[in-house]
């Protein structure tokens, strides 16, 4: 397990995402909010208060909170390019199938790149959408790469990971989960989320940093795809090299350059789990009745290594960013 405290966090304050992202969610047909799930065996095995896992395995007819950050993106982007458009995108498997989602919806065509980790059942979701997929023998960043090489003239690149020069639609991408946060309606003292490029932890500490609650937020990631804790620990924006996990949603070797500044000022702590920590907890959660895959199930991981590391109370109150249904 990998560690990172950061001491100063809560109290760096930044300002909010745009109110209108809410108001697009909540005009879509098949809105609504996702389900804030009491889970009392938790809270006990943990010793805190209350633990709520905030179930993400039914956004917008999708198995994953993707869609919220992908089509508020695309939202934008296109009234910015009128016109025929193609989308564009790389992706470890849910942000790729919600950006083709909105293209079918939007009777647009839709590339996918994937790298080669990428399951058969994930590549068959994405293809079911109507998108064009295109596996890169390589890893996720290489399947970024092709992706941004590709999308050229009235091809529009909707990434959810920024680089130098490609930092406006990440910056929608992330403005658009601020909806998960918004609709959470209890004051809670951690909030746990994962983290790849870091996109949804950006979300997460833009919104606490920006309110009066200020909770203590804790971010997890694969330890063999530790890009954003490595950083932190090293004080610097590093890429890593990755290899297979079945986190697959966070197997992502470089942080998103939106997401690095705001999480070294306002992320309180990082940790690393192990795979097995992370189908643990997928077993049960399942067992609970909640639906989450590795990638989801890791913000439990993550709180039971580091819980001995945290300033928790049998008062406390922790919520739990659970991100996607469990696999099938």
């Not at 089509?71 to 982007?77: E, L």
């Not at 989450?292 to 109150?317: Q, V």
Request: glycine share 8%; aromatic share 6%.
């Amino acid at each position: 397990m990998r560690w990172y405290n950061n001491p100063a966090a809560r109290a760096w304050r930044t300002t909010p995402a745009p109110e209108e992202v809410l108001a697009f969610h909540q005009s879509l047909p098949g809105y609504r909010p996702t389900p804030l799930t009491p889970v009392p065996s938790l809270a006990a095995e943990l010793g805190v208060g209350r633990v709520l896992v905030k179930d993400e395995s039914q956004r917008l007819g999708l198995p994953a909170f993707k869609a919220l950050g992908a089509w508020w993106a695309i939202h934008r982007t296109l009234q910015d390019h009128p016109g025929p458009v193609e989308l564009v995108t790389a992706t470890d498997g849910n942000h790729g199938r919600a950006v083709a989602r909105r293209a079918a919806m939007l009777g647009l065509p839709s590339h996918v790149f994937v790298p080669d980790v990428v399951s058969d059942a994930a590549i068959d979701a994405i293809r079911s959408e109507g998108a064009t997929v295109t596996v890169v023998p390589d890893s996720y960043d290489a399947a970024v790469a092709e992706a941004a090489s590709y999308a050229v003239d009235n091809r529009l690149l909707i990434q959810d990971s920024a680089w130098p020069g490609y930092e406006e639609v990440p910056q929608h991408i992330v403005d658009g989960y601020s909806t998960l946060f918004r609709e959470i309606d209890v004051q809670p003292d951690l909030v746990v989320v994962p983290m790849g490029v870091g996109s949804i932890a950006q979300a997460a500490v833009t919104h606490y940093r920006s309110g009066s609650s200020a909770p203590a937020l804790l971010g997890v990631e694969p330890a063999s795809a530790s890009c954003v804790t490595t950083s932190l620990l090293a004080g610097e924006l590093v890429t890593v090299p990755t290899g297979k996990t079945v986190m697959a949603g966070l197997n992502c070797g470089t942080a998103s350059t939106l997401a690095w500044p705001v999480l070294r000022s306002g992320l309180d702590y990082s940790v690393t789990v192990e795979d097995d920590a992370a189908l643990q907890a997928t077993a049960d959660l399942r067992a609970l009745g909640i639906s989450s895959g590795p990638s989801g199930a890791a913000t439990l991981a993550g709180l039971r290594a580091a819980r001995d590391r945290l300033d928790l109370t049998p008062d406390s109150t922790v919520i739990l960013i659970s991100t996607e249904a469990a696999q099938t």
